[in-house]
């Protein structure tokens, strides 16, 4: 039997206590609750994909969903300031990093260019 589904759940900074985790994502889907992505890892545990994490494997990976399975990343333990408590205070947070290089042909959800020159090309102007 796979006990994954009775020890899976949503990754916490506390979670990582014991180092950075390495994860392949095998799932992903939007949390109705939330509004947000949650990918769903080989593990079986889960993580919510916040618009900063979007952004950075974004970049890494391009911006279709399809481009992200199968890919690894790293998740370790990072802290941020709360500049809205008071006095602010430090807390821990997630950190996440690309580990798997963008895949082949994935232009990173950008239209191509193809021929396309901003203001076209001039005759006129010899190099």
Same mark, same amino acid.
């Given at each position: 039997?796979?006990?994954? %589904?009775? @020890?899976?759940?949503?990754?916490? =900074?506390?979670?990582?206590?014991?180092? =950075?985790?390495?994860? %392949?994502?095998?799932?992903?889907?939007?949390?109705?609750?939330?509004?947000?992505?949650?990918?769903?890892?080989?593990?079986?545990?889960?993580?919510?994909?916040?618009?900063?994490?979007?952004?950075?494997?974004? %970049?890494?990976?391009?911006?279709?969903?399809?481009?992200?399975?199968?890919?690894?990343?790293?998740?370790?333990?990072?802290?941020?300031? #709360? %500049?809205?408590?008071?006095? &602010?205070?430090?807390?821990?947070?997630?950190?996440?990093?690309?580990? @798997? @290089?963008?895949?082949?042909?994935?232009?990173?959800?950008?239209p191509?260019?193809?021929?396309?020159?901003?203001?076209?090309?001039? #005759?006129e102007? &010899?190099?």
């Amino acid at each position: 039997m796979d006990m994954r %589904k009775y @020890s899976a759940g949503v990754i916490r =900074p506390e979670d990582l206590y014991d180092g =950075p985790r390495v994860e %392949k994502i095998i799932n992903i889907f939007e949390h109705e609750k939330h509004g947000c992505v949650v990918l769903e890892f080989e593990s079986g545990d889960q993580f919510y994909c916040w618009n900063n994490y979007a952004r950075v494997l974004n %970049k890494a990976w391009g911006y279709d969903s399809n481009d992200w399975l199968g890919q690894e990343l790293e998740l370790s333990r990072g802290h941020y300031t #709360d %500049k809205k408590a008071d006095p &602010p205070t430090e807390k821990e947070t997630i950190a996440v990093r690309a580990i @798997s @290089s963008r895949k082949a042909g994935n232009n990173g959800g950008l239209p191509a260019l193809r021929g396309v020159c901003r203001g076209g090309l001039d #005759d006129e102007i &010899p190099f």
